[in-house]
């Protein structure tokens, strides 16, 4: 007699951890924003049922106030990491050079977290929770350009002034060098730029008085 032959066992789909649901997610608003982060199509792309989601959330909601959190802790630690990586030296200058490296050490390979930073402040536009969120990193990062700043400046209202214009600078650099097909020098010539106008002519001097501009005749 034949020996039956034993049926194939289905593969097992490993089960889930939380984080891989909040990795889909994030993978989800990077791709198409918050409106593509919906249950049923991670499940669909993570080839899941929806039941497998239940074990790790309460709900949609929960989903995308887990992913936040997630993401504000993160940069709450990158703020500390980059906070004890720029060390304090007799050189402000230098130290703000040194600051400005770091900022820009992975502009254009870290296109993933940039767009979904962006999504969140779209977000952010009609969540006032998520704006407070938003408010509370943005805050954390001017606070360590400003103490940079007030070293150089020796001026408290200067260096406010001074560290917004960094932050701009250093956001607005990041997307260009995000960029497909940047030219390899660009990333040195940004640099270079803000270097040279918001750290090293900023260095404190007396500030000369304006004169008064006279209405010509």
Known sequence: ????????????????????????????????????????????TLGVTRGSFYWHFADHADLISSLL????????????????????????????????????????NDLENMRFELALRGLGRRDPAVADMLAEIDQL??????????????DARKSSELAALFYLAIVGSNQALSRPGNPPQL?????????????????????PKRRAITKRP
């Open 1 to 44: 007699m034949a020996s039956m032959k034993k049926a194939d066992k289905p593969a097992e789909v490993p089960r889930l951890s939380r984080d891989d649901w909040l990795d889909a997610a994030f993978a989800a608003v990077v791709e198409g924003g918050f409106d593509k982060a919906r249950v049923l199509m991670i499940a669909d």
């Open 69 to 108: 959190a997630r993401w504000r802790d993160r940069e709450l630690a990158l703020g500390g990491q980059l906070r004890a990586d720029v060390k304090e030296t007799s050189e402000p200058q230098a130290d703000l050079d040194h600051l400005l490296g770091v900022a820009l050490a992975h502009a254009g």
């Open 141 to 154: 990062r001017l606070n360590l350009f400003e103490e940079k700043f007030l070293r150089l400046t020796g």
């Open 187 to 207: 990333s040195h010539y940004l640099t270079g730029l803000i270097s040279n106008y918001l750290i090293h002519q900023q260095a404190s001097k007396p500030v």
